[in-house]
């Protein structure tokens, strides 16, 4: 089956404790759809600019993405500067450029409307009502959020969230959304707006999936150097919502693999700058990993 | 087997977002042999003043404990007063009362001398030292330590490791000790310092231990009420090296049996103020959530 989502696509300027990069290749929809590509077919509704190159459609086709649904308008493209310190946990955004991102309006092209699996990266919950109002029947709706539209659009958001199966958002995101401190009690109320799993990411530490009382919890993989978190989040989303795109099975033991490759993704994502790592995997390497993580996690039953 | 624990008893007052109270039992030798004393027969050298009372005393007694290592002292007993915010992993500390603990010299009676398995807890790094030069010929020696040493003693500390076999301290602890952000390069450097395993407590996110080249990472139990977080490092060493000492058996698979064990304890003391809920636990209740555990991590290998 295949995989539809909705997000950004722009260029990043990050600095982090180990390196530069000046306007490379990054937005949600890029980095979850390159890393959902070793799972699924996928195709993209986003928006670029007339400043956007060729080459970079090109990559996305290479990983047998549809770009149909990448509208080009007149303008810049979407551009993000951001800085991470030790804590590569958080970013510290420096400055955010919109551009033709702006007055982007999704758009689904006919052959996407009957896509049975749609992703709804982070943007306006309005916009991400007004693409679930545009396809047909999809059996599985997953949507990330952010603080910004908690904070500025929380009545919006709530409704799109009854709308939708798994919201995968972050610790901090989480809290907030809830009004609650303590997570376990946050994911209680979140489910209670309409998701029936909340994933949520923990950058160093993590995920953690929350569904009725059935917690499953997975450590990020040890690097030893992590050069840039940008795009992890949305890494792990596509891995994660790849697999039940690939396997459409919603089982709990499903999902629970569904979050161990996303995490791999995440991992390797998080390697290099941009796309660079993740650009040319082996499937064999994420296979490989996922072993490791069973290696990093597995402990005796009592006997 | 039996294990030895060096460390502190104290009146401890807290504040929580959930509540407050004053002067009741703390202190890390305390939490630590309360916990471990599900497992394995312990014994304490400490010291008290003449203020703390005779049913403490009876208490730890009542948990098999052997107290005769404890030393009562003209004066009074150390206090320590802290405070948690809503981010339940850090304490503030408001004030520290040192007490007869300022002038604690650890003399390990006669009969504790073969102990096989050592624990020191968070104490002075040349103590820790000369507790080891007491001891006759532990099988296996495990310890605490924290900033105000890592900073204030370094190099004391680094001649206290070199005679470790298994260091158990926090994240930020961690990454102090090594002078490195990255905590598996951390763990590396911390390893050429001496012991042989590195135990890294991260709160509401969990354990991760490093061994040469392996990794295990175990989440924390997930809860809706964390009450008060004081003494739960103690109590996951406890429930750690409890394990250890009562199955003395070291290998990679026992270890992270031992990780989950501690976790256990460590899950069960913040469920309330000092030493409430730890010190009337059925063994049944420590195997249930052991099992917990396994159903909270456990994801299928790959087909």
Same mark, same amino acid.
């Given at each position: 089956?295949? =995989? ?5 696509? *722009?260029?990043?300027?990050? $600095? ?34 007339? +400043? ?13 993405? +549809?770009?149909?649904?990448? #509208? ?24 955010? &450029?919109?551009?033709?991102? &702006? ?24 916009? &991400?009502?007004?693409?679930?109002? &545009? ?15 908690? #904070?500025?659009?929380? +009545? ?17 995101? @989480? ?10 009690? *946050? @994911? $209680? ?27 499953? @919890?997975?450590?990020?993989?040890? =690097? ?27 089982? #709990?033991?499903?999902?629970? $693999? ?17 796309? #660079?790592?993740?650009?040319?995997? +082996? ?10 993580? $069973?290696? =990093? ?7």
């Amino acid at each position: 089956m295949s =995989l539809l989502v909705v997000g950004s696509i *722009a260029f990043d300027s990050v $600095k982090t404790p180990f390196g530069e990069v000046e306007e490379v290749l990054g937005g949600s929809a890029t980095y979850f759809s390159t890393s959902a590509s070793y799972f699924t077919e996928v195709a993209v509704v986003a928006v670029v600019g007339s +400043d956007f190159p060729e080459k970079y459609l090109r990559f996305l086709k290479s990983r047998r993405i +549809d770009i149909d649904g990448i #509208e080009r308008s007149e303008g810049k493209t979407f551009r993000w500067k951001g800085e991470y310190g030790y804590d590569l946990n958080e970013a510290h955004t420096l400055d955010t &450029q919109l551009n033709v991102f &702006q007055s982007f309006r999704p758009k689904i092209p006919e052959k996407y409307k009957d896509k049975k699996v749609v992703f709804l990266a982070n943007i306006d919950p309005d916009l &991400q009502r007004d693409v679930l109002h &545009q396809v047909n029947d999809p059996v599985l709706v997953a949507c990330d959020t952010m603080n910004y539209w908690i #904070e500025g659009k929380r +009545d919006s958001l709530l409704e799109t969230l009854k709308l939708v199966d798994i919201l995968i958002i972050n610790d901090s995101e @989480a809290r907030e959304l809830a009004k609650e401190p303590n997570l376990v009690r *946050a @994911a $209680k109320k979140i489910l209670s707006y309409g998701p029936n799993t909340l994933v949520v990411k923990r950058g160093e530490y993590g995920a953690i999936m929350f569904r009725d009382d059935r917690i499953f @919890a997975a450590p990020a993989y040890p =690097l030893e150097s992590v050069f840039d978190p940008t795009g992890a989040g949305d890494c792990f989303a596509g891995g994660f919502v790849g697999y039940l795109a690939n396997t459409m099975n919603f089982e #709990e033991s499903n999902l629970r $693999k569904a979050i161990i490759f996303g995490s791999v993704m995440a991992s390797y994502n998080v390697e290099a700058f941009s796309l #660079e790592r993740i650009k040319s995997l +082996d499937y064999s390497e994420i296979e490989e990993r996922y072993r490791e993580f $069973k290696r =990093l996690t597995h402990f005796e039953d009592l006997t």
